[in-house]
């Protein structure tokens, strides 16, 4: 198999030397520069020392916006929840995540020092990648998204993270992935065992200073300085 092309990344390390690594994949239309500016919103411990990583998307048509050209990590079908995720198009963002996660090991950083996150479409990138990689996470980060292929999750979920934390948060008034899409997620995930941490604020698609901080708690405690 052709190893993926690394995706472009905005890199942001909060001390010198990091002994661990978040990759933080955005939304649709967006860049790695809309979250990259939320480190410091994250509230981190001084002595915290982690790589930030916030790749860039690549450039596809997107259907349900009539095939406009957006950065994404995969194609969006329709509006409906079983429409949102082209299954190539995701395993297609898995590599390249994983390619990233390969990566960080090599400058020193094992996956069990490793959180995936994102949000929205990113958020589902980061679950469908983390639930299946091959090695313990420390953490998976999930905002304001849905869980993809949980048809497929009994026989591709990787041993390694059954017990991995998953720090999963919603707005209680998106517009766009609608409260109970998360929700249903969240529940098919306890259903099968799955560690969650469960936080919900009033706010639309977006995110708040404390969602920001209580994501920086979650960090702080998955990813303790050695």
Do not use: C, K
């Not at 052709?2 to 661990?20: F, G, K």
């Not at 198009?89 to 959180?115: F, H, K, M």
């Amino acid at each position: 198999m052709t190893e993926p092309t690394l995706l472009s990344s905005i890199e942001i390390e909060t001390q010198p030397n990091p002994d661990a690594a978040v990759i933080w994949m955005h939304g649709l239309g967006d860049s790695g520069h809309g979250w990259a500016s939320e480190v410091g919103s994250l509230e981190l411990p001084s002595m915290a020392r982690i790589r930030f990583l916030f790749p860039h998307a690549p450039i596809m048509p997107i259907t349900v916006n009539q095939g406009y050209r957006m950065s994404a990590w995969y194609d969006v079908a329709g509006s409906d929840l079983s429409a949102r995720a082209d299954l190539s198009g995701i395993r297609a963002s898995q590599a390249s995540i994983e390619a990233l996660l390969r990566r960080e090991y090599n400058r020193g950083i094992a996956p069990s020092r490793t959180v995936l996150a994102g949000f929205s479409q990113g958020g589902a990138v980061a679950l469908y990648t983390g639930l299946r990689h091959s090695e313990r996470l420390a953490g998976i980060v999930a905002l304001s998204t849905y869980l993809i292929g949980a048809e497929t999750l009994r026989e591709e979920a990787s041993e390694a993270n059954r017990q991995t934390p998953i720090f999963m948060a919603h707005g209680t008034v998106d517009p766009v992935v609608f409260p109970q899409w998360g929700e249903m997620s969240r529940d098919a995930l306890r259903e099968r065992r799955y560690n969650i941490e469960w936080h919900t604020y009033p706010m639309p698609h977006s995110a708040t200073e404390q969602e920001l901080r209580d994501v920086g708690a979650f960090l702080a405690r998955v990813l303790p300085a050695l």
